[in-house]
């Protein structure tokens, strides 16, 4: 009896699993979505490489980090605990960042997203899932080396209190332990299309772009 239980369980987690799966994910106002997430280290082109999505492909891009900064300068009362995780480049909890992005979901007319930034631990990517249900219809992975990463961030010059050396390592840190791993989960599943980002932005362009007309051309 324990072991039908069990396999029963076993049996209708997978279902719902299938069912989500295909579903994609429903927002909390019933509005369908897909989603693509865009991860890589800090400087890894995350940003630039979206900007090209967004012209090509017809997706909204929603950058984690900028909606996290907006959250700050909008004066919330969560504003300060925001700024200092940030500035330590640390993960600020996942319901806050996961409620912004659900919302800029909402707010916009378009139903396909580049989720930039998202989610950067274990902990960010299995709370997505269990409160939106979105699955996403894969990772896009920008593979690019440390050293080149901290020349384009000490370069680049956006005014970010968190673009000094200092809070680049730890931004670098947090990287390798709480983020690959999430690469790492998504790689088990399949979903992971990696790119060689240490590239010229054209050159990496040019393969992001095989990856979205491939799903195009299913679709
Ligand atoms: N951040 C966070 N959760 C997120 C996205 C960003 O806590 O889901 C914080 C974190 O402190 C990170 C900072 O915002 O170091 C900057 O993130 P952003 O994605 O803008 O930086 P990038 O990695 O693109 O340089
Ligand atoms: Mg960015």
């Known amino acids: 009896m324990k072991k039908f239980l069990r396999l029963l369980g076993k049996f209708m987690g997978t ?3 299938a069912v989500k799966q295909e579903a ?3 927002l909390p106002n019933g509005k369908k ?4 997430f865009v991860l890589g280290g800090p400087g890894s082109g995350k940003g630039t490489q979206c900007a090209n999505i967004v012209e090509h492909f017809g997706f909204t891009h929603l950058s984690a980090g900028d909606l996290l900064r907006a959250e700050i300068k909008s004066g919330s009362q969560n504003g300060e605990m925001i700024q200092n995780m940030i500035k330590e480049g640390k993960i ?9 992005l659900q919302q800029a979901m909402q707010e916009n007319a378009n139903d396909k997203f580049l989720i930039d930034g998202f989610p950067r631990n274990e902990e960010n990517r299995a709370a997505f899932e269990k409160v939106t249900g979105i699955i996403p219809e894969f990772v896009l992975f ?6 080149e990463m901290e020349r384009r961030i000490l370069s680049r010059n956006q005014g970010r209190e968190d673009d000094n050396i200092e809070t680049i390592r ?4 947090v990287f390798v332990e709480s983020s690959l791993p999430v690469i790492e989960y998504y790689e088990s599943k399949e979903k992971v299309r990696k ?8 050159e990496v362009f040019e393969a992001v772009k095989a990856v979205f007309s491939s799903i195009d051309a299913k679709v």
């Open 142 to 147: 920008f593979d690019c080396s440390e050293e």
């Open 92 to 100: 600020v909890p996942s319901e806050v960042t996961i409620k912004l």
């Open 33 to 36: 979505v897909q989603v693509v």
């Open 195 to 202: 790119i060689d980002a240490g590239k010229p932005i054209g």
């Open 24 to 26: 994609n994910g429903c």
């Open 15 to 17: 279902v719902i699993d």
């Open 170 to 173: 730890k931004r670098f840190k």
